[in-house]
């Protein structure tokens, strides 16, 4: 079963312009912005304009064209944010939260690309 999807969410919000962001991509089907609590020098969501709560929603219900134009974002983002990785570091970490033992805090559907600094392993130890 899954979680049905909020229209009051606060991404819905942004994608509204109801309530600002600091957006740095925008394609047809998506939309990038910068988080509010960064934790990373880079800290940057990439969301789809389109009404999902999770990657699993979105990789079952999305179109083509919508998978398409979110992935290939994600890259260039990461590209041209200056995170890909070399021979010396440098590198990035995609995350999408969903639900509670994930604690997400957005339902709507969303891809955190992070990076400018070490991040560490990928979760605390069990
Ligand atoms: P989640 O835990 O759902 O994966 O992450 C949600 C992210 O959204 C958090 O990192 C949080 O800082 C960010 N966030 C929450 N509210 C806002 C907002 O109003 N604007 C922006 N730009 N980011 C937000």
Redesign the pocket.
């Known amino acids: 079963m899954t979680i049905a999807y909020d229209d009051q969410n ?1 991404f819905a919000k ?1 994608l509204r312009g109801e ?1 600002p ?2 957006p740095i991509a925008e394609t047809e089907h998506s939309l990038a ?5 960064p ?1 990373a020098p880079v ?1 940057v ?1 990439v969301i789809p304009k389109g009404a999902y709560v999770t990657y699993a929603d979105f990789a079952r219900d999305a179109s083509e064209a919508e998978i398409v134009d979110f992935t290939r974002l994600v890259g260039q983002l990461a590209e041209e944010l200056d995170l890909v990785p070399s021979p010396g570091g440098g590198g990035h970490r995609l ?3 969903a639900g509670a033992d ?5 339902p709507h559907m ?1 891809i ?1 690309l992070l990076g400018g600094r070490a991040l560490g392993g990928l979760l605390p130890a069990m």
């Open positions: 606060i942004i309530i962001s600091e912005f910068r988080d509010i609590r934790q800290h969501l995350i999408s939260n994930a604690h997400q805090e957005v969303h955190h």
